[in-house]
């Protein structure tokens, strides 16, 4: 009798089901999902800044390759291009006038405060009068005197060396100004003045004699001896 109960109990606990193995099977199964769900977001919200990145990169790429466009020069015409120019070479000084102008040389009439007059620059015929009440005349005169020191040197006013050169528009034409500061742009002095040397003279070893010469007004050189 005892040996049947044993076998009942013996055999109760062996068909008794072993449930925490499939509660572990359970567990891994879901991990597994878990971790595939979060792999794929790490891969969706990567490829995303992958992309923002590229699309960052591109814009400022093509926003670096701009080429701003390049200013225009403007280029002034050059009022007196086409206007004579006048040289004179006893004092050394240039400037340019307007075709249609006229000039008297050496007008030795014009005198004021110790200048002489060296030019008269016009737009009217050199024998007529000037008509002072028509607003068309214009007339420059150029006076020269010998510089006593002086060195300022103001519109109209230029110094060179040994002379003081005054340029004036004598009609005082308002209308007049435009043209008389565009011809006093235009004035330069040219070259050197001629240089007048001492009389001096050495005595060279074969008995000649030599003067200053030059722009230096330095003594030539002597003859070379013969053999």
């Known amino acids: 009798m ?24 359970s567990q891994s199964t879901f991990l597994v999902t878990l971790l595939s769900i979060l792999l794929l ?5 990567a490829g995303f800044f992958a992309y923002q990145t590229q699309k960052l990169v591109k814009e400022l790429t093509t926003y670096n390759v701009q080429v701003e466009p390049t200013p225009e020069a403007i280029t002034t015409p050059d009022p007196t291009a086409d206007w004579k120019i006048y040289i004179n070479e006893k004092y050394g000084f240039s400037f340019k006038y307007p075709t249609e102008f006229k000039y008297l040389d050496d007008n030795s009439a014009f005198e004021q405060n110790g200048y002489t007059g060296v030019l008269s620059l016009q737009n009217f015929p050199i024998t007529k ?3 002072y009440g028509d607003e068309a005349t214009f007339q420059m005169l150029i006076y020269v005197k010998k510089n006593d020191g002086e060195t300022a040197k ?18 005082n034409k308002t209308g007049d100004n435009n043209v008389f500061d565009q011809i006093l742009s235009t004035f330069k002095f040219t070259g050197s003045e001629p240089v007048s040397c001492t009389k001096e003279v050495k005595l060279c070893p074969d008995g000649s004699t030599v003067s200053r ?10 003859p070379t001896p013969k053999p």
Do not use: M, W
């Open 154 to 171: 103001t519109v109209g006013v230029y110094i060179k060396k040994d002379y003081i050169f005054l340029i004036e528009n004598s009609l």
């Open 129 to 131: 009068t000037p008509n």
């Open 213 to 222: 010469t030059g722009p230096n007004c330095e003594f030539a050189p002597c």
């Open 41 to 45: 977001l790490s891969c969706i919200i």
């Open 2 to 25: 005892e040996q049947e109960k044993q076998s009942t109990v013996i055999s109760e606990q062996s068909t008794v089901p072993t449930a925490p193995s499939t509660v572990h099977r």
